[in-house]
């Protein structure tokens, strides 16, 4: 019997939090993988469409929590977080959603020429160092057969 | 790895945990560039199964309502030998059954992205 994911010590039951971060970096292989020419069929489509949806409104969710938090803490000036710590936070977001949009439209071929493929690749940089993201192209290799 | 070894795979996810199934789904569903079916109950696994005969790989829950996940690795195993069947669980206690019972893999939970690819590349790809 073959054995996958973490150490016994290391398991639980899988929480929004895991949902959310294994999304994202989902989101990031599918986005990769485009840039790397890998090919989309429609089921891939499919599965990045259902992936973006779930992660923009997610992320949504999250960046409103963190700016209200950010809005009370302005108010009362007792926030626990430094304003530059939920600033960054509240941005990180708002680039996930970016690429959540930028999955959308290039499952829906809608996502061509060489500056939305740049723009793509540089919110795919700014997300990944942000989340000291350490996923290596060659991981992929498996994706470039459909 | 050139050529897909199973053609137009039939996979199935069952887990009463919506997320983490639908989750699963969406990774497969990448990865094989297939549809992926999707069960809440062992038991709707395997009515679907006697339906519609049997899929190539079932990855099961293992506190599933209707049959439980060890129930339904029993069952599947008894009628297509052949077929893969992979047990995930968030209990360390239940590897060992899931091994002595005839899994062909333990998914420890929390299940990630990369552990989804491990599954594609050894039973798939």
Known sequence: MIRFGPAPREMKSMSNEDIFSSRLKLLIIMTKAYLKDCPIGEYRKQAILENARFVFYQSLKLSSEIAAITNEASRTQSGTDSPGDMNDAYIFHQRTQLLAVMAKALAENRLKGQFRKKALQDNLNSICETLIFNFHIKDMNFLKVA | ?125
């Open chain 2, 1 to 125: 790895m050139s050529q897909v070894s199973i053609p137009n795979v039939k996979i199935a996810v069952i887990d009463d945990d919506l997320l983490a199934r639908d989750f699963i789904v969406t990774v497969l569903m990448y990865c094989v560039n297939r549809d992926v079916l999707s069960f809440d109950s062992g038991l709707a696994a395997w009515q679907y199964m006697e339906d519609h005969g049997s899929l190539d790989i079932i990855i099961s829950g293992i506190d599933v309502s209707g049959l439980s996940g060890f129930e339904l690795l029993s069952k599947f195993k008894k009628k297509y030998p052949e077929k893969k069947c992979l047990l995930m669980s968030a209990d360390p206690a239940h590897e060992s059954s899931a091994r002595d019972l005839g899994a062909d893999a333990f998914l420890a939970k929390p299940v990630g992205v990369n552990d989804l690819f491990k599954v594609v590349e050894t039973f798939v790809v």
